[in-house]
């Protein structure tokens, strides 16, 4: 019988060890979210991490716009860069076209950047230096380690390259002491690739793509992807895997809340991180 | 018969090339080489650079200090960046240990950056932007397509993982469509990701670590070690390779051309860089 790897309980006794490191902080943590326009997916995910953070008692503070311009948006992040009383600040990703998104990414303080996007963020990860890791990448990382799964000289197969999840989830594994192979739309024979791993983690976004003719019965399966299907949520992983491989991430309850708890544990990392420069 | 890769050839033709566009330019293109203390192996590698700079009427600066404070050589890199008459500037590694190498770097104006490794230029390969990428990873693919060695769809083992060499290589042949598996000293059973490669670059510095073993009769071999035994230089792959595998770069005159053709082909980047930013 496959182990289903739970994000929910994983998230829930984090969140416990967070909450009690956040109480012994005498100045009260605070994140900044920032949106822009009428994004409906946006709204629930904002909504979610408000929630996340009240409950870990972060104040949050919700900044929305209907419209601005990237020079007005800039001049607001400086503030809130400059502001003492802002712990860490997050951009609602997608922005309209109309604002330069790495303009505005970039001008977020490295040592607030919530989700790790900005370009020294970036570089220090890549470097295998301190900073902040992007949510997804850390949660997987977070939720690999909670669920006592080696990483250290296993061989890695990551699909899909994205900024967001897939290239920093590879750099993160390597600093890590994983084997990494990155895969993606232009890899020939995916399979090859599935079945050499130990552990497999998707994140495209296409149902089915990973069955069990692809994987081993040893391996572990890391399911990032979000898809819906006659109104059901379902992963990246076809069901069938879930009998041959040794330990799977539902969808939902695996990933997903592990995202949403980094933005939290991300939001400590930015005090500590701002206390250190002091 | 193996064939050979030569970095002579390539980089011979490549600079014909270079040395006509920049010919077609009005002002002259200047580098500036900076390096502290007395490392003997950087002595001969900026000789090296200086001569070849010259060779295409890239006029080269040379600011050698015995001593200096990591302040005074950020003060220095500052006017540099304001320079106009300065097109590329180039901080010779390693510097000594009093001296703050990533404050260093990360004055330099990454317009001017001929080595691709400010915070910058890192992020801009990690997000396939248009940037400086390190020497000897784009002399790699320059020679790799100059060869006619299709990269696409690919797959590609490195072996090594440091930021010189290794991780910016990972980057531009992901950036390139290549499936990368990125190996180093905690990968176990090497010889599964060499065996599957149709590309394997080894950039480790262990004689003999590619053996006949390891390939496979269609493999393609960048050896970018650079050894010395007995007072020959060797690099990675041991010579019965050699007749086994499809193609393989010699050691030397393989990479080694090509990294200080690509301080050249950079300064050509960086000039253009900064007449786009104008």
Same mark, same amino acid.
């Given at each position: 019988?496959?182990?289903?790897?739970? *994000?929910?309980?994983?998230?829930?006794?984090?969140?416990?060890?967070?909450?009690?490191?956040?109480?012994?902080?005498?100045?009260?943590?605070?994140?900044?979210?920032?949106?822009?326009?009428?994004?409906?997916?946006?709204?629930?995910?904002?909504?979610?991490?408000?929630?996340?953070?009240?409950?870990?008692?972060?104040?949050?503070?919700?900044?929305?716009?209907?419209?601005?311009?990237?020079?007005?948006?800039?001049?607001?992040?400086?503030?809130?860069?400059?502001?003492? /009383? %802002?712990?860490?600040?997050?951009?609602?990703?997608?922005?309209?076209?109309?604002?330069?998104?790495?303009?505005?990414?970039?001008?977020?303080?490295?040592? $607030?950047?919530?989700?790790?996007?900005?370009?020294?963020?970036?570089?220090?990860?890549?470097?295998?230096?301190?900073?902040?890791?992007? @949510?997804?990448?850390? +949660?997987?990382?977070?939720?690999?380690?909670?669920? $006592?799964?080696?990483?250290?000289?296993?061989?890695?197969?990551?699909?899909?390259?994205?900024?967001?999840?897939?290239?920093?989830?590879?750099?993160?594994?390597?600093?890590?002491?994983?084997?990494?192979?990155? @895969?993606? /739309?232009?890899?020939?024979?995916?399979?090859?690739?599935?079945?050499?791993?130990?552990?497999?983690?998707?994140?495209?976004?296409?149902? *089915?793509?990973?069955?069990? $003719?692809?994987?081993?019965?040893?391996?572990?399966?890391?399911? %990032?992807?979000?898809?819906?299907?006659?109104?059901?949520?379902?992963?990246?992983?076809?069901?069938?895997?879930?009998?041959?491989?040794?330990? %799977?991430?539902?969808?939902?309850? +695996?990933? *997903?809340?592990?995202?949403?708890?980094? %933005?939290?544990?991300?939001?400590?990392? @930015?005090?500590?991180?701002?206390?250190? $420069?002091?």
């Amino acid at each position: 019988m496959t182990n289903l790897i739970s *994000g929910i309980k994983c998230r829930d006794e984090l969140k416990k060890n967070l909450s009690k490191r956040i109480k012994k902080i005498k100045e009260k943590l605070t994140l900044t979210v920032i949106s822009v326009g009428d994004d409906e997916a946006s709204k629930i995910y904002i909504k979610n991490k408000i929630k996340e953070c009240q409950s870990v008692n972060i104040e949050c503070n919700h900044l929305h716009f209907e419209n601005i311009t990237t020079n007005k948006l800039v001049k607001i992040i400086k503030k809130l860069n400059k502001d003492s /009383s %802002v712990t860490s600040i997050l951009v609602q990703l997608p922005l309209p076209k109309n604002i330069d998104e790495n303009i505005i990414i970039n001008t977020i303080d490295y040592k $607030k950047d919530v989700d790790g996007l900005t370009d020294i963020n970036i570089a220090k990860l890549y470097s295998n230096k301190k900073g902040i890791i992007p @949510c997804t990448a850390k +949660g997987i990382i977070d939720l690999l380690e909670f669920s $006592k799964i080696n990483i250290e000289e296993k061989n890695v197969t990551i699909i899909g390259r994205s900024n967001l999840v897939g290239k920093p989830l590879a750099v993160s594994l390597l600093n890590k002491n994983a084997t990494v192979t990155l @895969c993606h /739309s232009k890899t020939k024979n995916l399979k090859i690739h599935t079945k050499s791993a130990d552990i497999i983690i998707v994140a495209v976004g296409k149902p *089915g793509l990973i069955n069990q $003719k692809m994987v081993s019965k040893d391996t572990i399966i890391i399911d %990032v992807g979000i898809n819906r299907i006659n109104g059901k949520i379902c992963g990246d992983a076809d069901k069938s895997v879930y009998k041959k491989c040794k330990a %799977v991430t539902p969808v939902p309850g +695996g990933v *997903g809340p592990m995202t949403v708890y980094e %933005v939290l544990s991300n939001t400590l990392e @930015c005090y500590k991180l701002q206390k250190d $420069k002091k």
